[in-house]
């Protein structure tokens, strides 16, 4: 890799959704060369303004860069833009590091490092937490599953955009971490509409309650952040509820593997779905809120 010269890695991203636009101006603003791809190419536009490198595919990208960044949508298309022929393995510099931050499936990241093993590059999984304001920030928590000394190459980009950066242990064990990290915030959704529901039922300025009890016992980013959204019946973006429902399904069917059973999680999968039947899985993860209220568009 170009770094050992003292010459900064290129960095290629690929996916530059709402987040993914934030994380890729970050390695940009930090120096190093970006080459980046996006199925919509308008949402590349501020970047190339700024000086990125836009490409035709995935595997373009690949082959322009020492650090190759994903950050898709559902694990199909992970597999597509990693294992389709042309795509990132195919075209992968010898000696680079493929990170992929979407939050996908353990056992693709195993797959994906096997691969890229007998291809003589690395792969990590690196998902992260944080939503769109940890992206734009630059803290979000990136959890990592991988070869150990392909985590210290990629450290210096991924500190670009993270304030929280771990290495969990081997392929897949980032991915492991963020479905621990989304069946936390499931439950912890729930409890916060069903506060919020409560406050208001009982007669009661739900912004002075989380005056209060968001210094408390309760206190939490979720709370204290999404909570007054839902008071605001903000529902905009940050995280999309369908995307959501795709990572509490892989974290169920991870764990039915394991042979555990969480009630939690199942049901906060089962009142997200109902938003997405309702047509509102393009809203934020606050948009729970409704399912509590009947509030309609």
Known sequence: MSSGSGVQPKVGFIGLGIMGQHMAGHTLAAGHELHVYNRTRSKAKT????GAVLHD????VAAASDIVI?????PADVEAVYFEAGGILDKARPGSVLIDMTTSSPALAER????ASERGVTALDAPVSGGDVGAREAKLAIMVGGDGMAFEQASPVLRTMGANIA???AAGAGQHTKMANQIAIASTMLAVAESITYARRAGLDPDVVLDVIGTGAASSFLLNGLGRKMIREDFAPGFFVHHFVKD???ALEEAARMGLDLPGLELARSLYDRLVSDGFGEEGTQALYRVYNAIHA
Do not use: F, K, Q, S
Request: aromatic residues 4%; proline residues 4%; negative net charge.
């Open 112 to 115: 994906i490092a096997e691969a």
């Open 47 to 50: 970047l190339v303004e700024r």
């Open 70 to 74: 994903t950050m898709v949508g559902y």
């Open 57 to 60: 595919n995935p595997g373009a």
């Open 248 to 250: 509490m399904t892989i």
């Open 167 to 169: 290495h969990m242990g």
